[in-house]
């Protein structure tokens, strides 16, 4: 039975067993967690079978690009038809690429790497869904104000997530196929399915289903423009050649209509209004500046443990685990500190004054460096990532009203992929451009046979068949590259305890509580489904 249910009339409405729904949520986050530490751990084995090292870059920039084009549209189509059902599909797609990656090349080993680009594409559509979905379902079972507890618990499932990704992405590189760092998603993800199914039941929106197809296609290729210029730009093709420009040309046009059209349409998938409020705005900056330094640079930080410092799959996973732990702490604590005080601002101040310190550390990475350093770099790193990956969707989601409650947090999500996105794809030329030019410069006069091996072959497995006085160049050229990347990622990071700290302090509302600053209380018929 249906019944039609109105809030202003019925402020009390059913509320889910949330010891029973949460569960499946859980499941739903540690499947998008543990893919990207799994296939991250796994990645040097990855490109070095399929095509090389130069193409590592592509395998995550397609999965980022894929998730960054499809989080705001995921939100949207919660809000409109139903949070449930939207996100059971993502998790369906998501599962359908993950099994057509592990599947990449075996029918035409000539055409793995582009297979495996692809699927990652159609892999990260689906992931795009996975975070956005479970943030938006639990802001709609939890007010902001009880929010921190059940965001420590998050915080402890990503922990168990990014502790358990790297272990299990080296198991499967030193002692299995690579193929079951894609294939492992699928019974986690058909039991997120099952529990989800059966215990998930919320009430639904009852509105007009209109979905902006036109802005989809324009941000989805304006983004993608922009990020093919970071990709290729100084080095497929040079900054000012006609390619470069004119893909900038595209992506700026693309996205000015896109703007232009969203405040026209009646169903914008972005809409313009939530960042007339100031703390929302603040941290969308605050989420692209982290996700730029931090996904752009962390990506190749397996790399460098296990050519640099020698690493197996394995033990660079567990080289991680200080940066885990240091994430999962503060999380907790951060998460308790705000569900007991309802204060939140010094966070993301603290959060980004550590991360920046962090990536200052990192940038002291070379040859020489022994673990116990590394690892207590990668501490404060994981610090300044627990003080803010869940305070900022925190914040965003109490900025705005409950019906926009699915496009904050897909927006928050949004501008953090693209974020790492434009990162990913930016350090991977860089990198590859500052390891050749490193081995160019430093080439021994006179090198022999042994020295003639291309970027693509410097996978990690290959190394020790290397002569030593080329196994030294790659090692210090891998250092050098990897030491560059984190001046880039500080760039960005300094920038956001500025950002923090413009953000104001407004009390998290309660169950049914308006939103805070310029947002007004939401009056919109419900149906509950029983």
Do not use: C
Request: aromatic share 8%.
């Amino acid at each position: 039975m249906t019944e039609v249910l109105d809030r202003a009339s019925s402020p009390n409405l059913p509320k889910p067993n949330l010891k029973v729904v949460l569960p499946g949520l859980m499941l739903a986050i540690l499947l998008a967690m543990l893919d990207n530490m799994i296939v991250g751990t796994a990645m040097p084995r990855i490109v070095g079978e399929l095509g090389g090292l130069d193409k590592l870059s592509w395998v995550v920039t397609a999965y980022v690009l894929g998730t960054t084009i499809s989080t705001p549209i995921w939100g949207k189509l919660g809000d409109l038809y139903g949070r449930k059902t939207i996100f059971m599909v993502s998790i369906v797609i998501f599962l359908v690429g993950s099994a057509l990656s592990g599947a990449a090349g075996e029918i035409d080993p000539g055409s793995g790497m582009t297979q495996l680009i692809a699927f990652r594409a159609l892999q990260g559509l689906g992931g795009g869904g996975l975070m956005v979905g479970a943030m938006a379902i639990i802001g709609d079972l939890v007010p902001p104000r009880e929010r921190g507890k059940y965001q420590g618990m998050m915080a402890a499932i990503m922990g168990i997530a990014m502790i358990g990704g790297p272990l299990i992405g080296g198991f499967i590189t030193d002692h299995a196929d690579w193929r079951w760092a894609f294939y492992i998603n699928l019974p986690i993800g058909g039991v997120a399915l099952l529990v989800l199914a059966s215990t998930l039941h919320l009430p639904k929106y009852r509105t007009e289903h209109r979905i902006d197809w036109i802005g989809a296609a324009l941000l989805s290729v304006g983004v993608t423009a922009l990020v093919l210029i970071t990709t290729w730009g100084g080095d497929k093709y040079a900054w000012g050649s006609k390619q470069i420009i004119g893909l900038a040309v595209v992506g700026v046009v693309l996205l000015a209509i896109f703007l232009w059209t969203q405040t026209r349409v009646a169903e914008p998938i972005l809409p313009l209004g939530i960042f007339r409020n100031r703390n929302f705005s603040l941290v969308s900056i605050i989420g692209f500046m982290v996700g730029f330094a931090m996904f752009g640079a962390i990506s190749f930080l397996p790399l460098y443990m296990q050519t640099v410092q020698g690493a197996s799959a394995t033990n660079s996973g567990l080289l991680l685990l200080p940066m885990m732990l240091g994430m999962m702490v503060t999380s907790v604590f951060a998460g308790r500190t705000i569900t007991r005080t309802g204060r939140y601002r010094a966070f993301p101040i603290v959060g980004g004054v550590t991360l920046a310190l962090a990536m200052y550390l990192l940038t002291r990475l070379d040859a020489d460096t022994s673990r116990t350093e590394s690892s207590a770099y990668m501490v404060l790193l994981g610090v300044g990532m627990g003080f803010l990956m869940q305070t900022t969707m925190l914040i965003a989601q109490n900025s705005v009203d409950r019906k926009d409650l699915g496009v904050s947090s897909s927006t928050a999500t949004f501008v953090r992929s693209i974020g790492g996105s434009f990162g990913v794809s930016l350090f991977g030329a860089v990198f590859v451009n500052r390891l050749k030019d490193y081995m160019t410069d430093h080439m021994p006069a006179g090198a022999g046979g042994g020295m003639n091996f291309s970027v693509g072959e410097l996978q990690p497995t290959e190394l020790d068949k290397l002569p030593a006085a080329a196994k030294d160049l790659v090692v210090h050229a891998i250092a050098f590259a990897t030491s560059g990347l984190f001046w880039w990622a500080l760039g960005f990071a300094i920038l956001v305890p500025v950002a923090a700290w413009f953000i104001k302090e407004v009390p998290l509302r309660g169950h049914d509580e308006p939103a805070g600053e310029g947002a007004e209380a939401e009056a919109r018929p419900l149906v509950a489904i029983d």
